[in-house]
């Protein structure tokens, strides 16, 4: 492991003492949908055009439901 990918946590007990656990900055706890893909990997941009198109659709949709509209 190199140490810009070392991540320490560290923990003190009802007694006083610390405990540092250090482990890889990848496997954090702390994150909840921390997914791991290869070095250099990207996510295609159509994933983020589809999710535009499907946000605003729902955002119309729901604001369609609002009374008073023209």
Do not use: C
Not at 5 to 13: E, I, K, L, P, S
Not at 15 to 33: C, H, N, P, Q, Y
């Amino acid at each position: 492991m190199t140490t810009e990918n070392v991540y320490r946590q560290t923990t003190v007990t009802d007694t006083g003492s610390i405990t540092v656990v250090e482990m890889d900055a990848k496997r954090r706890t702390d994150v909840l949908f921390r997914v791991r893909h290869d070095e250099g990997h990207e996510v295609s941009a159509w994933w983020m055009i589809g999710a535009f198109v499907v946000f605003s659709g729902a955002v119309v949709a729901l604001l369609s439901w609002v009374p008073g509209g023209a």
